[in-house]
């Protein structure tokens, strides 16, 4: 154990937020703003080192995990040495434990949270549940070092930033990174995994609910609108990333929200921003002014700067342990080629192959002049994070969606009328509308026509959507060139689908026809 290689002196355990902060300045981790928020500098990595990621190959769990790109292994003899070597390191450092949990009733997985940055241990207390009880044993330990580094040759890491789950020994290390993020993933990869071994279905999702208990799923990449669109002022906003689904109902993993905040302003999201600006938030790689302040567009650390802060921060935020079954999942995407609809119904085949696919596609800056869209493929919307192959989450959510008869929502935030350069993207009011309608409205009178080549519903009026937007045919005045995208776009997805090895003749009918 961890604990028995550090002297007592050394652990500061469940320290309060003024305590942290004392500590996180006092160590030079952090400064405080004039708006209360702890500003840190994550350091070289501002995002997730996700090649640096690996899951030991143990007979326990091996036959389980999905090995590939996104699941690499390591032995356990190289697993044993670093974490040998991380205690080591560890036993002459102030080092700070954080007793929490993440998921909730009986899918609650108490956690021992150690690390060697005292910030590291409020983003902890903000982002994971904090436990009414002072266990012990904990049934899980995730261990961060970001002052430790591996020795790829005789570590054989990729790199000397790691990160790595030891599923049999219920440990998981990080070291080389500052970057916060991989604390919470790591518990997601962890809840990933345990979850679908008591047939219970682990989302990247955000969730909200209505005054009547009607709760609302909202899936999508980065970018896609996730969070924006679930944070509706006139509905309870259970969480913003990550939840379980069994048969109570749906549960958030999580006790905080991690917003990306790049060119955040109190006009266009008030509630993110009142949560972001003050004493408890953790601030990651924002840029402040001499006096203090943030400047939330400054990217010049990074575009992906973040916040991370409790649940109780936002306004209209909901806390238990369990809500309704969704009645409505939608399914996000920015489609930069312009040819997907605003709006889809996808009936049970054509939500698993969407899901499993986790498409979206933005326009690419990597080269000053090319600004083609790109398509990004992502299983689960968290193929990162994902554990078994993706037909075991789209098998939990098939059986979900059937027995709970939820609707599913393919909803397009990109762009209409035609691709990069000549569409535009659909308005958030239009989005908003269509969003709403289809979480509350009445449907029973609304009429569809079937795409011809991804088989999904396209309804012909919407609640206040504008009607002419909603049949993406219509709004491109090059009608031979929108066929000739959409095409290019279902061959994009049926290639993807490829990788996966799906048997299953009703998910392949869930795809488009080539």
Known sequence: MISQTIKENKIFENLSEGELYEHAVRNGEANILSTGALAVNTGYHTARAAKDKFIVKEHQSAKNIWWGENNKPIDE??????????????????????????????????????????WHSLFVKNLFRNSQEQFHKPDFT????????????????????????????????????????????????????????????????SANVGKDGDTALFFGLSGTGKTTLSSDPQRGLIGDDEHGWDEKGIFNFEGGCYAKVINLSKEAEPQIYSAVNRFGTVLENVVFD???????????????????????????????DVFGHPKNILM?????????????????????????????????????????????????????????????????????????????????????????????????????AIVNFAISGDKSSVKYEKDPVFGFEIPLTFGSADA????????????????????????????NFKKFSVADKGIISGGPSL
């Open 332 to 432: 996000l995407t920015y489609d930069a080629f312009g040819v997907l609809p605003p709006v889809a119904k996808l009936d049970y085949n054509q939500a698993m192959y969407h899901f499993i696919s986790g498409y979206t596609a933005k326009v690419a800056n990597t080269e000053i002049g090319i600004k083609e869209p790109k398509a990004t493929f992502s299983a689960c919307f968290g193929a990162p994070f994902m554990s078994w192959h993706p037909s075991v989450y789209a098998q939990l959510l098939a059986e979900k969606m059937g027995k709970y008869k939820s609707e599913c929502w393919l909803i397009n935030t990109g762009l209409c009328g035609g691709p990069y350069g000549i569409g535009k993207r659909i308005s958030i009011k239009d989005t908003r």
């Open 290 to 320: 001499k006096n203090g302040m943030p400047n939330f567009s400054d990217g010049s650390r990074t575009e992906n700067t973040r916040a991370g802060y409790p649940l109780h921060f936002i306004d209209n935020a909901v806390e238990g």
């Open 468 to 495: 002419a937007i909603l049949n993406p045919s219509s709004a491109w005045k090059d009608k031979e060139e929108y066929n000739l995208k959409k095409k290019e776009l279902a061959k994009m997805f049926a290639e």
């Open 142 to 205: 995730i261990i961060s070092a970001p002052g430790f580094k591996a020795d790829p040759f005789f570590d054989k890491t990729r790199s000397d930033t790691f990160i790595i789950v030891n599923f049999a020994k219920k440990v998981a290390i990080i070291g080389g990174t500052g970057y916060a993020g991989e604390i919470k993933k790591t518990a997601f990869t962890v809840m990933n995994y345990l979850l679908p071994l008591k047939k219970v279905f682990p989302m990247h999702c």
């Open 77 to 118: 003899a190289s697993f044993n040495s670093l974490y040998g070597k991380l205690k080591n390191y560890l036993s002459s450092k102030n080092v700070y434990l954080r007793k929490c949990r993440v998921g909730a009733g009986d899918h609650a997985l108490n956690l021992h949270v150690w690390t060697e940055y005292a």
